[in-house]
Structures are given as structure tokens and as C-alpha cells.
């Protein structure tokens, strides 16, 4: 069988299985206990062995294989879940993801996983913890004899009810082959075995899951019959497939942990075969009924198919194509004045529009992809530092432009780990200033206009302004003149200065100087900006600035002397026109008095080297531009108006060009240069 055709979804499974079962460990880890999770870690592991093998990755089918004997252990209550287990677990998890990735790139998802091999063996065996004592003997004979069943009101009076007209009530786990094909076909033949004996009041998992085949190998059924256990066990073991029947008679049903329905109430009397089966008109698999239950379930189901981002960046460049033509249209329509085409112009620029939301929102992806994976990497932080921290994530669902989301999660690493080491203090050094000992990083995104903010804020430390400057000025990076003009926000932002590092020690975490420059950069070449708030003692806050989309954006378009500039929108504060004896002079710099502030003026003339004509205006078109707290005027000949523009980069030749960030064709044929703001404010 060719499996190359399949590599893409088996990859793409592969990582969503793997996130699961991090999320569902790190549940785990807070309630130990709750068998429920155990069995959903379970189930992922056993679906990535199966899809493994199939695709003949061998070594990560036999490391999961491996990590499920751990999990089938603890579920069957063989053995508890402690520290030292699960940093095994998330180990293994670890490889496997390892190996998941190296299979991405092209790979045989090979690993030396001898060592946490090792160690899961020695779990398994009970050499590294010991089985789980049980507080009395009763307690032990019902941990053997029980499968952990729970029974609502109605069920529990039928069982005693039952046993009152002669009927036995037992519970029959049936454990299908590993290799079993067609399990849920398997799984009615062995109903209709059980209901020729009796009648069946509850199965777990439920009916809906046994006919989906969402079970492993095993499946439990409540059986009331008067046949006896060993011609029961002889008719099941009897259909194929069927590896093992274990049967344990419910002896006290008074026992049973009873589910809160108090609103059914009792009402079986001599008829109770009868009551149950209406019962199991629900349970039975295959048997399709209470539509009317799975309607709710199917309003709110979602369906979806997977489509490569390449055709979504193929069906995006034609769709940057028709804009550019729209454009044109309009331009010429514009030109002819005919209302006919007036008309058709403006209609398709309607449809246009709706059809550019579709194709972006099609692109949008939840930032909780990207945040998913740092519960687990805080975990490790915390281990790692000896330090007490709790991550708490606001807003996962705000969607951001997948060519972002894939360039967003290492800076974010980086500045979740540098939250850890340098903001969040050690317990006692917290207790001593009077914090909780646990310390707290807070990752929040959320929307405002057309940009994504995401924020990483913690409750630590802050930043020591003194020894940030002290350590920028012995590096080089700022000169004493330029010192004593920085403020706070200028002093915090000089951390993200390349080779900066105020680490007291170097270490596997941080001190080496590299990091939050590359953040910087990183994030700067989104089109996004960083900026930093820190109150000494108390905490910092970094906050990252990203546009929804990076393909069209809307811009105001501007004419110096014979040329066309894009400034994007969200940079724009406002336009004004001002007088030339308004200009004012401060060091060797023209101003202009906005509002009570002073804003530099910047001549794109100038600055663009554009071969101007002397002239005697005596008034300025100025676009008020911001970033973060600061602005500038930019100075141009005229405003042509405000339009949306596909971004095209300059290629590979024109790199690097100083305050470029690309361009864009015109509806007249023209290609207009985008002014990239942020480069031009410093």
C-alpha cells in the first residue's frame, strides 16, 4: 500500500492527538484521580499507535504502545499517578512529538528512546511506585469484583427489583482482539448473544460511542438474567473476535455510587423486563432510535475539511489579481461616467468585498493553536526553576491570519520563558515581599480595529531601570547623552537590544543574549510592534501589536510631486493641512504644535530623494502617523484618498529598502510604494 498519499493527514492527526494528550496530562496532574481523563489520554495514545503502524513508523508506534501499557495500569487502578510519573509521561510525549516532527521534515521519525523506554517499563512493572493499598479488605474485594460502573435512580430500582423476581444482575467487560476489524459490527453480535440471555440495562461506553467505534478494546454491558455466568461466558467467548469475558456479579447494588437524577423515581414493579427494555431502546448500538436526542447534537455539530494553506494562498493571489482590476474598473468608470457601468462597477465592488471577507476569515486561525502548547511548557519552566508559576489564558479564540500564526509562537516562547526566569521570583523571595508564593503569568490576545493585541504580563519582580541602563551604557548600545534623555518606556525597551542581557548567570533558560531581539525583529517583520510597561517590584507587561491579515489593507493614498505613496490606515491619526509660518524649529528639527503636542515633521520628499520643483505654497498636506506613544507629520504634495490595496513584496533584489515595506498596483496601472511608519519614527 502507498502511504505517501496519506502522510499529510497522518501528520496532521498525529499532532492533534499529541496536543490532546498534553492538555488532558495537565488535567491529569491537578485531579490524579479521575479515571475519565486517564481513558481520554488512553484513547489518543492507542489511535496514534493504530495510525502509526499502519503508516509503518515502527518506533513510534512501539513508544506509544509502551506509554499505553503505562495508562492501562492506571486506569485499572494498578498503579497511582505521581510526580515522578507523569514527568515520565510528558517525556515519552515529548519523543513523540519529537519523532511526529521529524517525520514533518521529511524523516523516518527514528529516536533513541532507550531511557524513558526504560523507565515506563519500570512503571509498568511497579519498580519505580507501588500499587495503590487498599484501606480495607471489603474496599479490595470490591476493586476486584467491581468494574466502577455508576447507575442512576432508575437503574439501581430495576437491579434490586429485578433480584427480587430472581433475576442475577452482572457486569460483562468483553475485550475484543487488538487486530479486531469492524469492531462495532463485533460489538452487536455480542448484544444479541446477551439479549437471547437476558436483558442488557447499560453499557459503557454508551450506544452512540459503540456504533462510532469511539471505544478501545474493551466495552462493559449490565446484564440482568437467570442463565448461569458460565453458559453466558461460553456464548460470547464464542463470537469472533472476542479475546476475553470477565463477568462479576453486582451482589449489593447499595454500593453503587448513584448518578444525581432524583426526578426518576421507582415506578417498576413485576414488569421491570418490560420497564428496561424501553430503557435499552436508547442503549442498544446500531439500533437507531431517540432521534430526537442526536437533533440537538447535529445543530450544533460543525463540519469541516481540511484544505492545504497552499491552495488558500493560490485562491488568495487571484483574488489580489481581481482586486487590482477592481481597481481599475472603478478608475475607468470613474472616467467615462456611465451610469450602466456605474451601476455593474459598484455592484461587483459589493460582491468583491463579501468574497475578500470569506477568503480572509478562511485564513483566520484561533491564536489558542499557538497557546495550547504553553500550559505544558510553563510546567517545565516551573520544574526547571524550582519556582511556583500559574498560567492563566485569556481570549484563545481570537482568530489571527494563519502566515502570522506560524511566525507568532516562537517569540512568544521566548517571552513566556523570559517572563519565568527573569520577571516571576523564587516562593520565599515572594512570601518575604509579601506575595502569594505562586507567581503568575497571564497571556491574554484579544481584537481592536484591524490589528490582534496579544499580552504576556506576570506579577513578578519588574524591571531594575538602573541596571538595564548601567548594563545598555557598558555594552555600547546607548551613549551618557542619550541616557539622560530615555524615558521609562525607552529604558525597558533597550532589553530587546541585540546581544542584551542583564543574567546575573548564564543557563540553559536564558543569559547567552540572544532572544528578546529576535523577538523584536521577528514581530517588526509581521508588520507588528513591540512595546513594554514595568513596575519595579510589581511586574511587567509586554504587549505585541499584529495586523489581522497581511495581504490587502486599506491605505490613504498621497502624491509627492509625480510620484504615489501608501500610508497604511492603521498607522494614520489624522490628515490636516498647515501653514508654513505654523513651523516651528527645535534642535535642528521642524515641528508643528498637534493638539498641545509637539510632532516632529518628516518630508517624504527628502527622505525618498524625489527631484522636486521649487514652489511658493504656503501650505503644507500633512498625515498625522503614529507608533505606541509616539508621532510625526509626514509631508506630501497632496491626498489622493483612501483605498484598499493588495501588499506585494519587492522581490529578492530590492531588499532592506529604508521605510518600504512593498508595494502595489493601481487601478490605473500604476504601482505605488507603501510607506512602512514605523521605520520612519524612531
Do not use: W
Not at 517525520?103 to 507501588?130: C, F, W
Not at 487590482?324 to 456605474?342: A, F, K, Q, T, Y
Amino acid at each position: 500500500m502507498d502511504t505517501n498519499q496519506y502522510l499529510e493527514i497522518f501528520i496532521d492527526e498525529s499532532k492533534e492527538h499529541l496536543q490532546a494528550m498534553n492538555e488532558h496530562l495537565l488535567q491529569l496532574e491537578k485531579d490524579p484521580t479521575n479515571i475519565n481523563i486517564v481513558n481520554e489520554v488512553f484513547r489518543s495514545a492507542h489511535t496514534l499507535k493504530g495510525m502509526s503502524a499502519t503508516m509503518g513508523y515502527e518506533d513510534l508506534a512501539n513508544l506509544t504502545h509502551k506509554l499505553e501499557n503505562v495508562l492501562d495500569a492506571i486506569r485499572n487502578h494498578k498503579i497511582s499517578v505521581t510526580l515522578e510519573i507523569m514527568d515520565t509521561v510528558f517525556s515519552s510525549v515529548d519523543d513523540l512529538e519529537a519523532m511526529v516532527h521529524d517525520i514533518s521534515s521529511g524523516g523516518e521519525g527514528k529516536r533513541d528512546v532507550t531511557e524513558v523506554v526504560t523507565k515506563l517499563l519500570q512503571i509498568e512493572q511497579g519498580e519505580l511506585v507501588s500499587s495503590i493499598a487498599a484501606s480495607s479488605e471489603g474496599k479490595q474485594e470490591t476493586s476486584e469484583t467491581e468494574t466502577g460502573l455508576q447507575y442512576d435512580e432508575f437503574e439501581r430500582t430495576v437491579i434490586e427489583q429485578s433480584k427480587e423476581q430472581g433475576f442475577t444482575c452482572y457486569e460483562v467487560v468483553v475485550s475484543l482482539r487488538a487486530d479486531c476489524v469492524l469492531k462495532a459490527a463485533r460489538v452487536f453480535m455480542v448484544f444479541d448473544v446477551l439479549e437471547k440471555c437476558g436483558e442488557v440495562i447499560k453499557s459503557v461506553p454508551a450506544s452512540e460511542q459503540l456504533e462510532e467505534e469511539k471505544f478501545d478494546e474493551h466495552f462493559t454491558v449490565t446484564l440482568l438474567t437467570k442463565e448461569p455466568v458460565e453458559d453466558i461466558q461460553e456464548k460470547v467467548k464464542k463470537v469472533s473476535e472476542v479475546d476475553n469475558v470477565k463477568i462479576t456479579e453486582i451482589s449489593n447494588s447499595a454500593t453503587l455510587a448513584p448518578e444525581q437524577q432524583p426526578e426518576v423515581k421507582a415506578e417498576t414493579t413485576s414488569e421491570e423486563p418490560k420497564k428496561a427494555e424501553e430503557k435499552q431502546a436508547e442503549k442498544k448500538p446500531v439500533v437507531k432510535k431517540a432521534e430526537e436526542n442526536k437533533g440537538s447534537k447535529q445543530a450544533v455539530s460543525n463540519k469541516t475539511i481540511r484544505v492545504n494553506i497552499e491552495r488558500l494562498d493560490i485562491l488568495m493571489n487571484l483574488f489580489e489579481e481581481l482586486v487590482i482590476d477592481r481597481g481599475r474598473l472603478e478608475s475607468i468608470s470613474g472616467e467615462l461616467n456611465h451610469s450602466e457601468l456605474n451601476e455593474t462597477v459598484e455592484r461587483m465592488s459589493r460582491i468583491s468585498g463579501d468574497l475578500q471577507n470569506i477568503i480572509l476569515n478562511m485564513r483566520m486561525v484561533p491564536v489558542e493553536t499557538v497557546f495550547n502548547r504553553f500550559p505544558k511548557l510553563v510546567r517545565q519552566l516551573s520544574r526547571d526553576l524550582g519556582k511556583q508559576i500559574n498560567l492563566e489564558i485569556i481570549g484563545a479564540e481570537t482568530e489571527l491570519d494563519r502566515t502570522v500564526i506560524d511566525e507568532i509562537g516562537d517569540p512568544l516562547v521566548h517571552l513566556i520563558r523570559n517572563a519565568g526566569d527573569h520577571g516571576i521570583e523564587m516562593p520565599d523571595d515572594r512570601v518575604a515581599k509579601g506575595k502569594p508564593a505562586e507567581g503568575t503569568i497571564k497571556l491574554k490576545a484579544y481584537h481592536s480595529g484591524n490589528h490582534v493585541f496579544i499580552e504576556i504580563e506576570d506579577d513578578g519582580a519588574g524591571i531594575n531601570k538602573d541596571k538595564v541602563l548601567k548594563k545598555a551604557l557598558d555594552k555600547g548600545i546607548v551613549t551618557e547623552e542619550q541616557a539622560l534623555s530615555l524615558d521609562d518606556r525607552q529604558i525597558f525597551e533597550l532589553i530587546m537590544a541585540s546581544g542584551f542581557s542583564t543574567a546575573d548567570v548564564i543557563s540553559d533558560l536564558s543569559g547567552r543574549g540572544v532572544g528578546l531581539d529576535v523577538v523584536k525583529t521577528t514581530i517588526e517583520s509581521l508588520g507588528g510592534s513591540i512595546t513594554i510597561d514595568s513596575v519595579e517590584g510589581a511586574g511587567s507587561t509586554f504587549l505585541i501589536q499584529l495586523p489581522l491579515t497581511l495581504s490587502i489593507i486599506s491605505v490613504m493614498l498621497v502624491e509627492v510631486e509625480k510620484e504615489k505613496y501608501a500610508i497604511p490606515l492603521s498607522s494614520i491619526i489624522e490628515t490636516a493641512i498647515v501653514k508654513k509660518d505654523e513651523i516651528l524649529n527645535a534642535h535642528d528639527q521642524q515641528v508643528i504644535d498637534f493638539r498641545g503636542k509637539v510632532v516632529p515633521l518628516l518630508f517624504l520628499d527628502d527622505i525618498f530623494t524625489v527631484p522636486k520643483q521649487e514652489n511658493d505654497d504656503r501650505f503644507y498636506s500633512v498625515v498625522i502617523v503614529r507608533k505606541g506613544e509616539k508621532m510625526a507629520g509626514l509631508v506630501v504634495d497632496s491626498f489622493i484618498g483612501q483605498q484598499e490595496v493588495v501588499l506585494k513584496g519587492l522581490g529578492n533584489y530590492l531588499t532592506n529598502v529604508f521605510a518600504i515595506s512593498g508595494a502595489t498596483i493601481l487601478g490605473d496601472g500604476q504601482v505605488a510604494l507603501i510607506v512602512d511608519c514605523n521605520a520612519l519614527i524612531k
